[in-house]
């Protein structure tokens, strides 16, 4: 018998089992080694795909006004501000015939780019413009255009790059979306998530618009879908001076010499850093709240009554504290109230017995 072994055949006996053996093992081995690089491959491949939906890192063939560029964008020198990144109502195709809206509130004073959830169905036969405003018919703070080879098949993250803006912190500004494609089969789409009893708002600071007829004739309305509240799928990207949060409450009131259940009124006023809107949150000292209250003008003056029982305790500390529109909390602000206590009453009935008595003293004189 001759087996093949190392690249020469040899003359083995039809009982040398072992040598046999030992050739068969170094096959398995070698196609074991194949057969794991090639799954190794494969593998690499597979998560190389998958991490391509994050918007980080990722290239894309940008082009404006000017000329076009291939950017490389990256998320090491700003950082994400505001978002809504939920598709709970699926999404919404884009057509030539509608503009799409989507307002927001930054918290930082330097807007930077803004990613879009958008998906590609096909090859459409125009490109996607984004366009950044200070009101949906005003002028254009930013426009940046990307051609649908932009877009990848399927759900992605695509990202607008613009030079920087300067924006004020807490004011409302719009994202308006324009895509130049006549449906033919082939479409973009941009996601979306609605206002649900179990998820509540999906984007408090902001709203989605739509624009079905032509811009110059103020065809924008609030975008809702069956019913609910809805949000086109954001992110804003921002740096530079961030949000500061409303300033503690002043409260005024009286604090003295109060009686049980009578109602006592009492004032709370705040101030925002960047005059933005306002909410309270008060506690009682007697286990109730007024829960958040507002939104309300920054410095603006507001009144809550309240009463308690001082039957059941002779003092109560009222606490209170505000937030901006970004959730950013004050400290708290406390005041105690109490009602007379006896020992003071006492005292002050002694004082009087003696101002009478030395007022009928003086009489008696005369």
């Known amino acids: 018998m001759r087996l093949f072994i190392c690249g020469s055949y040899t003359n083995v006996s039809d009982h040398a089992v072992f040598p046999v053996a030992v050739n068969k093992i170094i096959f398995i081995a070698i196609l074991c080694i194949f057969l794991f690089i090639d799954s190794t491959t494969a593998i690499n491949i597979k998560d190389e795909e998958i991490t391509e939906d994050y918007f980080e890192n990722r290239i894309y063939t940008q082009k404006n006004n000017i000329e076009s560029t291939k950017v490389t964008y990256t998320n090491n020198y700003d950082v994400l501000d505001q978002y809504q990144n939920g598709r709970n109502y699926g999404e919404c195709n884009l057509d ?81 979306l324009i895509c130049e494609n006549q449906y033919d089969g082939s479409y973009m789409a941009w996601g979306q998530g ?52 409303s300033n503690k409450p002043d409260i005024d009131g009286p604090i003295t010499w109060l009686k049980s259940d009578k109602e006592y009124e009492y004032k709370l006023t705040a101030d925002d850093p960047e005059n933005g809107e306002v909410f309270y949150f008060i506690e009682w000292g007697d286990d109730s709240n007024s829960s958040w209250i507002g939104p309300y003008n920054s410095v603006e003056e507001i009144t809550k009554n309240h009463s308690w029982d001082f039957e059941e305790n002779e003092n109560y500390v009222i606490k209170a504290k505000t937030k901006d529109i970004f959730d950013e909390e004050s400290d708290w602000s406390t005041i105690e109230i109490s009602k007379p206590k006896i020992k003071e009453i006492n005292s002050l009935n002694a004082r009087f017995l003696k101002m009478v008595t030395s007022f009928l003293k003086i009489l008696t004189i005369f």
């Open 96 to 176: 030539d015939l509608t503009m799409y809206g989507q307002s927001f509130r930054p918290s930082y004073d330097t807007l930077t780019r803004v990613n879009m959830s958008l998906s590609r169905h096909g090859m459409p036969n125009g490109n996607v413009i984004l366009k950044i405003r200070g009101s949906l018919e005003g002028e254009d703070l930013a426009s940046v255009s990307l051609t649908w080879e932009s877009v990848t098949l399927g759900v992605r993250g695509v990202s607008f790059d613009f030079p920087d803006i300067k924006v004020e912190i807490g004011k409302e500004y719009f994202l308006v």
């Open 194 to 245: 609605a206002h649900q009893d179990y998820y509540g708002d999906p984007y408090t600071r902001g709203e989605g618009w739509l624009c079905t007829e032509s811009e110059s004739e103020g065809k924008w309305h609030k975008f809702y879908d069956a019913g609910k509240k809805s949000d086109w799928a954001f992110e804003t990207y921002g740096t530079g001076n961030k949000n500061q949060p």
